[in-house]
């Protein structure tokens, strides 16, 4: 929930008063279908803060609404209800020259490195599209391109390129530099090394990092590649049709999950590990995720979760706080983990619930 | 090389027949600036039962040899030489019309993209009956009945009613297992399978692998699988194959070679990987990239992105027998310690 700030737990000196970058309250998005007048419910009711300086890592399936949940963070989406403040402010409220100063704050890379990239420009022209936008001087514009480029680890020589002629990595690093420019406060990473072969990812990941350091960027990063969002992340949300599951340090989220959501999708991710050290026992999920037009009553996971009871088909689970900082939506998760499997989960408890 | 006792678990023991066997095969294209090389001098063997990864960056060559053994390469525009050799006969020789016997009933394919292989028009089920009536003489009825039950056989719920939907009323992963239906209902002795679980979420991935894995072994299918994750194949697999370049780089068993890769690139992939660094540290990468297949170096092609390359790795550098059933082309490897997945 929004104030997950205000409990009065013992914290270190370092995190005791964590400004927030980005709010979102009670955050709902909705789209309408084109054809059959039904509602998607990409977002339905999300509430966290994201704190200055850290790296939020959000995590999910295909249809979790993580890319949505990106998008109206730098405010592309507008909320159906709820809002997102930024630093306080809701960018729904400014004026339109207000909010266009603002929102050079708010910056998102998107997973095809070609999105944002016109073939017809140069990339040094790319670069610096973002500060011509901004309304920044020509000087100005060239200076802080060139910098960024050299930044990023992209050879001057670079600038006098177009697009075609650079990797997929290369590419990412053109799109960083782009809103590196413009010294955001927040950047949203949207499966941002998804496109790119194994042995350049951890470059740009790296990269990230080693930028985070030197420019105080506050990160949300979205990807569904759990082995990423746990090495990058501070903390991590854990997104499920529409719904946060869990969230809390990132440490915990993988090594000790609340939620029986995370601790499948874990044990899902294949390990490039030799068979006499694989230890943990596969948590297989049965079925696919149900469709966010119409979510399952109660708990969204229910109808695909090993533990599930008849409670969970008639209550939504509460937010709760579990561990120190670590939130998780289950009604039978306790601070020792997600509840066990249920023996009794027969297929007629099965049929039951997807009728 | 082989006198120890083979220590391996593969289904159909390493003393049998290779069923496939892959000697020199070079690929390359014809494109209107000359002939572009694909791949050089692949060398590798499939035998029954045995689960083979091959691994590599975009590029590298994997698709195109697993493409090249079904002859699916437009014949006017790629050059092959070297045997294809399955069962003892040589694919790349083999007239047509034969080609298309061997093609879904000995050795079938399945894709990233099912639905480039699906047809909308038709419901799944008629197209698997389709498969299935293409290589055996039966009624429409038995075919239907063969194809429901295929349907069952890859997990699919209510196989009878799913019969007649259309592909596009299913979702990624249940068009995936229609696709392994489809391939496997002549019971092929080889299933290649071309990055099949890439596009799918990984809970989803998680049921396909265990699929494909459970089939194999219960049929004895073999399996070449073309990926670019290591965590698949360290799941499914028996052997591990990395591709550089269009090279075969190495081959092995598929834990000794995530305890102790012997090609200096199958250790950079390996510790790449963000998973098995320490979080948040900085993750070793593999500087550069691959060279043009135009401007290919003599010798090592890996030399220039290489942290063990020294003088002598410009000389060429075959496959050499490095343990019991390994193969390493690099000179350097019997000397080398490289890091791998649990260093």
């Given at each position: 929930?929004?104030?997950?700030?205000?409990?009065?737990?013992?914290?270190?000196?370092?995190?005791?008063?964590?400004?927030?970058?980005?709010?979102?309250?009670?955050?709902?998005?909705?789209?309408?279908?084109?054809?059959?007048?039904?509602?998607?419910?990409?977002?339905?009711?999300?509430?966290?803060?994201?704190?200055?300086?850290?790296?939020?890592?959000?995590?999910?399936e295909s249809g979790s609404?993580?890319?949505?949940?990106?998008?109206?963070?730098?405010?592309?989406?507008?909320?159906?209800?709820?809002?997102?403040?930024?630093?306080?402010?809701?960018?729904?409220?400014?004026?339109?020259?207000?909010?266009?100063?603002?929102?050079?704050?708010?910056?998102?890379?998107?997973?095809?490195?070609?999105?944002?990239?016109?073939?017809?420009?140069?990339?040094?022209?790319?670069?610096?599209?973002?500060?011509?936008?901004?309304?920044?001087?020509?000087?100005?514009?060239?200076?802080?391109?060139?910098?960024?480029?050299?930044?990023?680890?992209?050879?001057?020589?670079?600038?006098?390129?177009?697009?075609?002629?650079?990797?997929?990595?290369?590419?990412?690093?053109?799109?960083?530099?782009?809103?590196?420019?413009?010294?955001?406060?927040?950047?949203?990473?949207?499966?941002?090394?998804?496109?790119?072969?194994?042995?350049?990812?951890?470059?740009?990941?790296?990269?990230?990092?080693?930028?985070?350091?030197?420019?105080?960027?506050?990160?949300?990063?979205?990807?569904h590649d759990i082995s990423?969002?746990?090495?990058?992340?501070?903390?991590?949300?854990?997104?499920y049709?529409?719904?946060?599951?869990?969230?809390?340090?990132?440490?915990?989220?993988?090594?000790?999950?609340?939620?029986p959501y995370?601790r499948a999708l874990l044990s899902a991710e294949p390990v490039p590990l030799p068979s006499?050290?694989r230890t943990e026992r596969r948590i297989m999920l049965e079925g696919e995720i149900p469709s966010?037009?119409?979510?399952?009553?109660?708990?969204?996971f229910?109808t695909r979760c090993p533990?599930v009871?008849?409670?969970?088909?008639?209550?939504?689970?509460?937010?709760?706080?579990?561990?120190?900082?670590?939130?998780?939506?289950?009604?039978?998760?306790?601070?020792?983990?997600?509840?066990?499997p249920?023996?009794?989960r027969t297929d007629?408890?099965a049929q039951?619930?997807a009728? | 090389?082989?006198?120890?006792?083979?220590?391996s678990s593969f289904d159909g023991?390493?003393?049998?027949?290779?069923l496939l066997?892959?000697?020199?095969?070079?690929?390359?294209?014809?494109?209107?600036?000359?002939?572009?090389?694909?791949?050089?001098?692949?060398?590798?063997?499939v035998h029954p039962g045995e689960r083979v990864g091959i691994v590599?960056?975009?590029?590298?060559?994997k698709t195109?040899?697993g493409?090249?053994i079904l002859?699916?390469?437009?014949?006017?525009?790629?050059?092959?030489?070297?045997?294809?050799?399955?069962?003892?006969?040589?694919?790349?020789?083999?007239?047509?019309?034969?080609?298309?016997?061997?093609r879904g009933r000995d050795i079938a394919m399945i894709f990233q993209e099912p639905m480039s292989a699906l047809d909308?028009?038709f419901t799944v089920g008629e197209q698997i009956s389709e498969a299935y009536?293409?290589h055996n003489?039966?009624?429409?009825?038995?075919a239907r009945e063969r194809a429901i039950a295929a349907l069952a056989d890859v997990g699919i719920p209510a196989p009878a009613r799913r019969y007649d939907e259309y592909p596009h009323q299913l979702s990624g992963g249940m068009r995936q297992r229609v696709m392994i239906a489809m391939a496997l209902i002549c019971e092929p002795k080889l299933l290649i399978a071309d990055e099949p679980t890439t596009a799918l979420d990984v809970t989803i991935q998680a049921q396909i692998i265990d699929l494909l894995r459970a089939l194999s072994e219960r049929t004895g299918t073999a399996l070449i699988f073309i990926t670019h994750d290591l965590g698949v194949v360290a799941e499914i697999c028996t052997r591990l194959i990395?591709?550089?370049?269009?090279?075969?780089?190495?081959?092995?068993p598929v834990d000794?070679?995530l305890?102790?890769?012997?090609?200096?690139?199958?250790?950079?992939?390996?510790?790449?990987?963000?998973g098995?660094?320490?979080?948040?540290?900085?993750?070793?990468?593999?500087?550069?990239?691959?060279?043009?297949?135009?401007?290919?170096?003599?010798?090592?092609?890996?030399?220039?992105?290489?942290?063990?390359?020294?003088?002598?790795?410009?000389?060429?550098?075959?496959?050499?027998?490095?343990?019991?059933?390994?193969?390493?082309?690099?000179?350097?490897?019997?000397?080398?310690?490289?890091?791998?997945?649990?260093?």
């Amino acid at each position: 929930m929004g104030n997950t700030m205000t409990s009065e737990r013992p914290r270190t000196a370092a995190d005791s008063q964590p400004r927030t970058i980005v709010t979102a309250e009670g955050l709902t998005i909705h789209f309408p279908t084109r054809d059959s007048g039904e509602t998607v419910k990409a977002i339905d009711g999300v509430d966290f803060a994201v704190r200055a300086g850290e790296t939020f890592g959000v995590i999910g399936e295909s249809g979790s609404g993580k890319t949505t949940l990106g998008r109206a963070l730098v405010s592309l989406i507008s909320p159906t209800n709820g809002r997102i403040l930024h630093d306080g402010v809701d960018p729904a409220q400014l004026g339109r020259s207000a909010f266009r100063h603002h929102r050079r704050d708010y910056q998102i890379v998107f997973q095809d490195p070609n999105a944002a990239l016109d073939p017809r420009m140069t990339i040094l022209h790319s670069i610096m599209e973002p500060l011509e936008i901004a309304g920044e001087a020509a000087a100005v514009r060239r200076e802080r391109a060139v910098e960024a480029l050299a930044r990023v680890g992209l050879a001057p020589e670079t600038a006098k390129r177009y697009p075609h002629q650079l990797s997929g990595g290369q590419k990412q690093r053109v799109n960083i530099a782009r809103v590196l420019t413009l010294r955001p406060k927040l950047i949203v990473c949207d499966e941002v090394v998804a496109a790119l072969d194994v042995s350049i990812r951890g470059d740009i990941l790296n990269l990230f990092a080693d930028l985070q350091r030197e420019f105080g960027l506050t990160y949300v990063f979205i990807t569904h590649d759990i082995s990423v969002v746990s090495h990058i992340s501070d903390r991590i949300a854990v997104t499920y049709l529409g719904k946060f599951m869990e969230l809390g340090p990132a440490e915990a989220v993988i090594e000790r999950p609340l939620h029986p959501y995370t601790r499948a999708l874990l044990s899902a991710e294949p390990v490039p590990l030799p068979s006499s050290m694989r230890t943990e026992r596969r948590i297989m999920l049965e079925g696919e995720i149900p469709s966010p037009i119409s979510p399952p009553s109660g708990c969204r996971f229910r109808t695909r979760c090993p533990s599930v009871q008849p409670r969970c088909a008639e209550e939504e689970p509460a937010w709760r706080e579990l561990q120190a900082d670590h939130w998780v939506a289950c009604h039978f998760a306790t601070p020792a983990g997600p509840p066990p499997p249920n023996p009794r989960r027969t297929d007629e408890l099965a049929q039951q619930q997807a009728g | 090389m082989n006198d120890q006792p083979s220590t391996s678990s593969f289904d159909g023991g390493i003393a049998s027949a290779p069923l496939l066997d892959v000697r020199g095969l070079s690929l390359a294209f014809a494109t209107a600036d000359g002939e572009l090389p694909v791949t050089r001098d692949v060398t590798f063997s499939v035998h029954p039962g045995e689960r083979v990864g091959i691994v590599g960056e975009s590029g590298c060559g994997k698709t195109v040899t697993g493409l090249a053994i079904l002859r699916l390469l437009p014949q006017q525009s790629t050059r092959l030489t070297g045997e294809i050799r399955f069962e003892g006969q040589d694919l790349a020789k083999l007239p047509a019309r034969r080609m298309r016997e061997v093609r879904g009933r000995d050795i079938a394919m399945i894709f990233q993209e099912p639905m480039s292989a699906l047809d909308p028009v038709f419901t799944v089920g008629e197209q698997i009956s389709e498969a299935y009536r293409t290589h055996n003489r039966v009624s429409r009825r038995e075919a239907r009945e063969r194809a429901i039950a295929a349907l069952a056989d890859v997990g699919i719920p209510a196989p009878a009613r799913r019969y007649d939907e259309y592909p596009h009323q299913l979702s990624g992963g249940m068009r995936q297992r229609v696709m392994i239906a489809m391939a496997l209902i002549c019971e092929p002795k080889l299933l290649i399978a071309d990055e099949p679980t890439t596009a799918l979420d990984v809970t989803i991935q998680a049921q396909i692998i265990d699929l494909l894995r459970a089939l194999s072994e219960r049929t004895g299918t073999a399996l070449i699988f073309i990926t670019h994750d290591l965590g698949v194949v360290a799941e499914i697999c028996t052997r591990l194959i990395t591709m550089y370049a269009g090279e075969v780089v190495e081959d092995a068993p598929v834990d000794p070679a995530l305890i102790r890769p012997r090609h200096p690139y199958t250790s950079g992939l390996l510790r790449s990987l963000p998973g098995l660094a320490q979080r948040r540290a900085h993750l070793p990468s593999i500087p550069g990239r691959v060279p043009s297949p135009l401007a290919m170096p003599a010798g090592c092609r890996f030399r220039s992105r290489c942290p063990q390359a020294m003088d002598g790795c410009e000389r060429p550098q075959p496959l050499l027998p490095v343990a019991p059933e390994r193969v390493a082309r690099c000179w350097r490897a019997p000397e080398l310690t490289l890091p791998g997945a649990v260093s």
